[in-house]
């Protein structure tokens, strides 16, 4: 699984946008009847999606590098112990594919977007990520910027 390219999508006048094909093509086989959006844990207006397994394994992953096993048992058993896998699937929110690949934009989402010119799709990977298309050209062009800089470095060491 490998999400990859940005892509302007609209939302229509119901809030439904089309996931393209390259994207659900990345969802695991029996998983493409729905995915999960959730908002990134560190830039504000950001939203991170994934493949409901995908999301699972993050939450796992998550929960082990952060907490330990001492610190999973902890979690489970208090309910004033702070877990960052719990903190996630709280505001996450499974979103149901339609045959053609149509899904509605949960409100919280599109509003943290501000999408009413659409959003931008981006892959990432092992997740995709929507934007807001001026916040993502703004980022896009920084991260050139730090790309630059790090083939730079990379031509330092060689010296």
């Known amino acids: 699984m490998a999400f990859r390219s940005e892509i302007l999508i609209k939302l229509d006048k ?3 946008a089309l996931l393209p094909a390259a994207f659900r093509d990345e969802l695991p086989a029996d998983d493409r009847g729905a995915f999960v959006l959730y908002h990134s844990p560190n830039v504000a207006g950001v939203v991170n999606g994934n493949s ?18 001492k610190g999973a048992l902890k979690v489970a058993l208090d309910d004033e112990a702070f877990d960052p896998a719990g903190y996630l699937s709280a505001s996450a929110r499974t979103v149901s594919l339609e045959p053609d690949g149509r899904f509605t934009m949960p409100a919280e989402f599109s509003q943290a977007l501000e999408a009413d010119d659409g959003v931008m799709l981006v892959g990432k990977g092992d997740k995709f990520q929507l934007w807001n298309p001026k916040r993502w050209q703004a980022r896009r062009d920084a991260d050139r910027e730090k790309m630059a800089a790090f083939v730079r470095s990379l031509s330092a060491g060689e010296a």
């Open 14 to 16: 119901k809030g439904r």
């Open 52 to 69: 409901r397994l995908g999301f699972d394994g993050m939450l796992e992953r998550l929960r082990i590098e952060a907490l330990g096993a």
